[in-house]
């Protein structure tokens, strides 16, 4: 195989190329390394590139497969972060220039985790300032691949473009209101937001600490499960990871889902904020669920409707992070998270307190529909990725903030698992996605439906015509 080839394989299947020295971890580094010099000056996708180190740890991977000790799935696959997970002795920046100096001292669990399983990090990839907006960038706005002039969706955005342009073979992003899944939306890929608690955030600069979720963003559903499975499990450093078992996802993708009860979230098909494409794309995948065997049903969770109104109320728990930032240098954070942020330092105590209240009876709604269905199913994104505007307006009247058509925070409200798989394109040729949810810990429900539906169809197939 030519070296430039090798980018376009699965993670999964340079794994299996790897492990039996058809390939070597240098190679398949020198290549991604390649695509990156030649791809990232228009996506900018990355903000820092780890050349040396990542050819360092591709020759110790080299050296340690040499020796007979081959770590697993993940030994000797090239990889990116987002930039909100701290890296020893590499610049972390969480997408803002006040960080640009920032070099922490250790790296954050997912990171070392991966380091352990053997993947080799190419870079630290872009994102929105502090994970906390969907669109605006402080740095450079990232590229999408299927349409260099729109948006990737954020605000794990660069690990959204590094992975549809085949610029690592998987990448790591955060989600809080949807941050995985809507990259993973509108770049065509698969986006997974693990359950709270079932992936350590520690040494991850925070967003929202009751929503954070680190999570894959992967070309294949395979690729998915095989990099959640490198960095899932208990960590004593981070008092909300759940010390449970953790399966072994990619051996879960059997593809066998007969039997399996999908809901169909009314509220969610039916909601004036998707497109007619979206909802056309959305209904003929769960159409197709039907022909694989699931038992389809609609469900009602009345309060769907409101999870943008209850997200926002916790606004109060992100400027908490950075209050020193909001003393000292005010101006110099971006006008939209300034505006958000000083917002949610003077929100009253009882609009707080409500918020709570409301999303409360909205995780009891899902979990009450989550008893009667072992799967949610319902649009990702209500449009599909929309042109890049320098400064977008944060009320979105003149419709150029479009985060309001996300249709993620749900799930994150409800801290449950949720998966972001492509289900077609529209007319212009973006990327649609369907979304599926189940209860806590049942990731490798999510995974295998998705896997199941991504099987039985051609979207995963398809390539960006800008890479």
């Not at 660069?158 to 610029?167: P, Q």
């Not at 979304?435 to 806590?440: F, N, S």
Request: glycine letters at 8%; one cysteine or more.
């Amino acid at each position: 195989m030519e070296k430039k080839d090798i980018p376009f394989l699965s993670a999964a299947e340079l794994s299996t190329r790897i492990s039996t020295r058809e390939l070597s971890p240098i190679e398949a580094t020198e290549a991604y390394l390649q695509r990156i010099d030649l791809l990232n000056p228009t996506l900018h996708a990355y903000l820092t590139v780890c050349a040396d180190e990542a050819m360092a740890a591709a020759r110790e991977s080299e050296a340690a497969m040499a020796r007979g000790e081959h770590r697993g799935p993940m030994h000797g696959i090239p990889v990116t972060i987002k930039d909100q997970v701290k890296s020893k002795g590499i610049r972390t920046t969480c997408g803002s220039p006040i960080f640009w100096d920032n070099v922490p001292d250790e790296d954050g669990t997912v990171l070392a985790n991966l380091k352990k399983a053997g993947a080799i990090l190419l870079g630290k990839a872009n994102m929105t300032e502090f994970g906390t907006t969907g669109l605006s960038h402080a740095i450079e706005f990232p590229r999408n691949p299927w349409d260099l002039e729109r948006h990737t969706g954020g605000s794990s955005s660069g690990s959204g473009a590094a992975t549809a342009a085949f610029m690592c073979a998987t990448s790591l992003g955060e989600d809080t209101g949807g941050s995985v899944r809507f990259p993973a939306a509108w770049c065509g890929l698969v986006g997974l937001r693990p359950s709270y608690g079932r992936v350590s955030r520690y040494g991850v600069m925070p967003g929202v600490w009751s929503m954070d979720a680190i999570g894959p963003i992967s070309r294949t559903v395979r690729d998915c499960a095989m990099t959640l499975g490198a960095i899932a499990g208990h960590d004593p450093r981070d008092g909300y990871t759940w010390d449970a078992p953790v399966p072994d996802y990619v051996a879960a993708l059997t593809g066998e889902v007969r039997g399996l009860r999908v809901g169909v979230v009314t509220e969610q098909m039916e909601s004036p904020l998707v497109d007619p494409e979206v909802r056309d794309s959305v209904a003929a995948a769960v159409s197709k669920l039907t022909d694989l065997g699931l038992e389809v049903e609609e469900v009602s969770i009345p309060l769907s409707v409101h999870q943008g109104t209850i997200s926002g109320g916790l606004r109060v728990e992100a400027p908490t992070n950075y209050r020193r930032l909001l003393l000292d240098r005010l101006q110099d954070i971006r006008h939209d998270n300034r505006i958000g942020y000083l917002v949610g330092s003077i929100l009253p105590a009882q609009a707080y307190y409500k918020t709570q209240k409301l999303r409360t009876l909205l995780r009891r709604q899902v979990f009450e529909a989550l008893e009667r269905v072992d799967l949610l199913a319902m649009p990702t994104s209500g449009e599909a990725a929309q042109p890049i505007v320098p400064d977008p307006v944060i009320t979105g009247k003149d419709g150029t903030n479009r985060i309001g058509r996300l249709l993620t925070p749900l799930f994150s409200l409800a801290n449950v698992t949720a998966i972001s798989v492509p289900c077609g394109f529209t007319a212009d040729g973006l990327p649609i996605a369907l979304q599926l949810a189940a209860k806590p810990f049942q990731e490798a429900t999510v995974l295998n439906a998705a896997y199941a539906y991504e099987q039985a169809t051609p979207w995963h197939t398809r390539r960006p015509p800008n890479v």
